[in-house]
């Protein structure tokens, strides 16, 4: 048994319907104008201008009606796109291969920026770094992660950062940017910046620890007139995959606890990290001491922190 599917105009399927009468018996399924029953084939057509050819010989009766195709709804599905997404996975190899890797820090502490960091890892360097105990830094205590940046920058392994500093997240998010657009535009921005600095520095791939889908990203990245970079793959978990992401989350982190220094300093609290209850306490604490407009300085405004902290004042 075969099967043809076709897109017609309304009015071909309304000729189709009069051409048919005499064999429309079966109550049309749902979403159906009719269905007909020759001894060729079984036509069902839909309101959607899809037509389905199924049975014994459907191309018979599909070739009565193929020279009204229509051609202009026959827009591609966007499988294209869909392939794409499984693309963005990155081959094996490459994680023993030189790339690129970008990681952000910071997006769920109410406190303090969004850093982000991308760094270029070649080949040889890979076992080195492993051994020095470059890894996920969500894995390593405040301490390794200082003492293993410094080590990073030692070794001369390039790399970029970037940080969003509190003020311009708060008035980004006001803009209506999502924090996923943000970290979109952060790992856009840090992978140009390293790549400018390493030239023409050869590389096979560069990896983005996930967080959002890949297509997502691209359309983050496209409404600010920016698009991918050749070779740009995506994964979840990758600092535990990628030495160049866990590179990325080293240095990221690294800058995000340095960032904390500095604002505890300015705003005359020690801030915590994170977004518990505790956090709460604190800000209740600098609302009621200090007022609320400090918070636009050091704070994620928006994080439902903010709320619970005002009750609390
Ligand atoms: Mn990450």
Redesign the pocket.
């Known amino acids: 048994m075969g099967q043809a599917v076709q897109t017609f105009k309304k009015e071909t399927i309304q000729k189709m319907k009069h051409y048919y009468k005499q064999v429309i018996n079966d109550k049309p399924p749902a979403g159906a104008v009719f269905r007909a029953r020759t001894d060729n084939a079984v036509i069902t057509a839909y309101n959607s201008g899809k037509v389905l050819f199924q049975g014994s010989n459907p191309e018979i009766e599909y070739k009565k009606w193929s020279n009204d195709v229509n051609t202009t709804n026959q827009k591609r599905k966007p499988i294209a796109k869909q392939s794409n997404i499984t693309n963005f996975h990155p081959p094996q190899t490459l994680f023993t291969e030189t790339h690129i890797g970008s990681?952000?820090s910071g997006t769920g502490d109410y406190f303090g920026p969004v850093t982000t960091s991308a760094a270029y890892i070649n080949k040889e360097q890979i076992a080195e770094l492993k051994k020095l105990g470059i890894t996920d830094s969500k894995q390593i205590t405040d301490q390794n992660v200082m003492y293993l940046s410094n080590e990073l920058a030692k070794l001369n392994i390039p790399s970029s950062l970037i940080v969003l500093h509190n003020e311009k997240y708060n008035s980004l998010q006001k803009q209506g940017w999502s924090q996923g657009k943000m970290k979109a535009m952060l790992h856009h921005h840090a992978i140009n910046k390293l790549l400018t600095k390493i030239k023409n520095r050869p590389y096979d791939g560069i990896l983005i620890?996930q967080?959002c889908q890949p297509d997502l990203y691209v359309r983050y990245i496209a409404s600010e007139n920016e698009s991918l970079p050749d070779k740009t793959f995506f994964m979840t978990k990758a600092?535990s995959y990628s030495i160049a992401v866990a590179a990325g989350?080293v240095i990221a982190r690294a800058s995000f606890l340095n960032e904390m220094d500095k604002l505890s300093a300015q705003v005359g609290y020690s801030l915590l990290k994170g977004a518990s209850q505790h956090v709460d306490a604190l800000i209740a604490q600098i609302i009621r001491e200090q007022g609320e407009a400090i918070l636009n300085t050091c704070a994620k405004l928006h994080f439902a922190n903010t709320k619970k902290a005002r009750k609390l004042v």
């Open positions: 990681d952000e620890d967080f600092e989350s």
